[in-house]
């Protein structure tokens, strides 16, 4: 695992619905700003499930079973058109 500034990633997280989620875990604990998680109702979470081991396996099932990610890329200027689709498909 590799230790990343996630203060920067919880900053762009929705308000009151926003969650980061953390799979696996690293041996230094995170600096994390408390204030803005708290005035933005967002909050951050972890699981140890996951990890290399399960994500080979997961991967392995897929190309066993012909499972594959549906992928469309976009220009930046369509991202909100984009994010309303997903939204609407779900």
């Not at 695992?1 to 900053?11: D, F, K, L, P, T």
């Not at 396996?57 to 499972?67: S, V």
């Not at 991202?79 to 609407?88: Q, R, T, V």
């Amino acid at each position: 695992a590799v230790h990343h500034e996630i203060n920067g990633i919880i900053s762009t997280l929705k308000a009151y619905t926003g969650v980061l989620v953390l799979i696996g875990g690293i041996p230094q604990p995170y600096a994390v700003a408390g204030f803005p998680m708290i005035f933005n109702g967002t909050r951050v979470e972890g699981t140890f499930i996951g990890g290399c081991a399960l994500t080979q396996e997961m991967l392995d099932f897929c190309h066993a079973h012909k499972i594959s990610p549906e992928i469309e890329i976009i220009h930046a200027k369509d991202a909100e058109a984009a994010l309303h689709k997903l939204h609407d498909s779900s």
